[in-house]
């Protein structure tokens, strides 16, 4: 009983009975085997920790788009923001340059162009309160000397 050969289809490996649990109430395996399960819990656990979602899997999640597609976006764009024109400046946690978010629009889901962080936040602002470059035209203008006209 005990040298009973188990195939894992997830590894591709045969294995002892004992590589593998036992599905509930009853004898038979359960795969995919131990060291394989121990892997998916690893790789979930990885994917919780934000540092260690990959861009690719952000790209597809968030916006169905695949690095390809990014790439070719950022060519576009000289690989400067769509809005400034400059490429991006804010850094990540690691110190590395963060890149160009992906603006789309949050009711439609479509996608627009990439934006770096600042644009990002603007646009997203001005989108939900287009009144809102107007009073912080005015604001500004305020402050300047000379205000209000005569
Ligand atoms: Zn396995
Ligand atoms: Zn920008």
């Given at each position: 009983?005990?040298?009973?050969?188990?195939?894992c289809?997830?590894?591709?490996?045969?294995?002892?009975?004992?590589?593998f649990y036992?599905l509930q109430?009853s004898?038979?395996?359960?795969?995919?085997?131990?060291?394989?399960l121990?892997?998916?819990?690893?790789?979930?656990?990885?994917?919780?920790?934000?540092d260690?979602?990959s861009?690719?899997q952000?790209?597809?999640e968030?916006?169905?788009?695949?690095?390809?597609?990014?790439e070719?976006?950022?060519?576009?764009?000289?690989?400067?923001?769509?809005?400034?024109?400059k490429?991006e400046t804010?850094?990540?946690?690691?110190g590395?340059p963060?890149?160009?978010?992906?603006?789309?629009d949050?009711?439609?889901?479509e996608?627009?162009?990439?934006?770096?962080?600042?644009c990002?936040l603007?646009?997203?602002?001005v989108?939900?309160n287009?009144?809102l470059?107007?009073?912080?035209r005015?604001y500004?203008?305020?402050?300047?000397?000379?205000?209000?006209?005569?």
């Amino acid at each position: 009983m005990d040298d009973e050969l188990v195939y894992c289809g997830k590894c591709g490996e045969t294995k002892p009975r004992s590589a593998f649990y036992s599905l509930q109430h009853s004898t038979a395996p359960r795969r995919p085997c131990k060291a394989c399960l121990l892997a998916d819990k690893r790789a979930r656990y990885a994917t919780q920790d934000g540092d260690r979602i990959s861009h690719a899997q952000v790209l597809r999640e968030k916006y169905n788009l695949t690095p390809r597609q990014y790439e070719a976006m950022l060519k576009a764009q000289q690989g400067l923001c769509a809005i400034c024109r400059k490429p991006e400046t804010a850094r990540g946690r690691g110190g590395a340059p963060r890149r160009l978010a992906v603006d789309h629009d949050h009711r439609t889901g479509e996608i627009r162009k990439l934006l770096c962080q600042r644009c990002n936040l603007v646009t997203w602002a001005v989108e939900e309160n287009p009144d809102l470059l107007d009073a912080i035209r005015y604001y500004l203008l305020s402050y300047q000397r000379g205000f209000p006209p005569r």
